[in-house]
């Protein structure tokens, strides 16, 4: 310990600036990026070769082209019924902490009116959309609520912290 204390007071004294033999060697060791290559556009060079690259670009269409398509539903709406949908109101439900946000959502009272959300608050808030207020705001988790649920007069959440309340 005594040596390496010595040392250390001695590198303490020596003087900090590099030499002439340091600033040398330091420029010798400075490498520059290679030139950007057409491939990439980066400063990296093509480490594939360009008959490598074809063959997996061929691979990658016909793998593609073999892939099972998804089936879109006809009952979804057509893009120009969704540009008459507009905004009705806005309400910032979940505002009790710095977290606030809607993680979950649930419209599925039976009467339609009642809206469950839970949020990063660790808070579910009942919120009727005919008066635009809220009913309740649900607490007791301790953890995010990730998942909400209605089945009539029954309000279901699941949090981060593993509780289905």
Not at 12 to 36: H, I, L, R, S
Not at 90 to 108: P, Q, Y
Request: proline residues 4%; negative net charge; charged residues 25%.
């Amino acid at each position: 310990v005594g040596t390496k204390r010595r040392r250390l007071e001695q590198d303490d004294n020596m003087e900090t600036e590099p030499t002439k033999e340091a600033a040398a060697t330091a420029a010798e060791a400075t490498v520059e990026a290679p030139p950007a290559t057409e491939a990439t556009g980066t400063g990296v060079p093509d480490k594939i070769p360009a008959d490598a690259m074809d063959e997996m670009v061929e691979t990658w269409k016909r793998l593609s082209k073999g892939r099972k398509k998804r089936v879109i539903s006809e009952d979804l709406a057509e893009p120009s019924a969704l540009a008459e949908f507009h905004q009705v109101g806005k309400k910032s439900l979940h505002k009790s902490s710095a977290k606030a946000g809607i993680m979950s959502l649930c419209g599925g009272s039976t009467d339609g009116d009642v809206t469950l959300t839970g949020g990063r608050d660790k808070q579910a808030v009942l919120y009727s959309r005919d008066t635009h207020s809220i009913l309740q705001t649900l607490t007791g988790a301790t953890g995010p609520i990730t998942a909400v649920s209605l089945l009539g007069t029954v309000a279901a959440t699941g949090s981060s912290d593993g509780m289905l309340r």
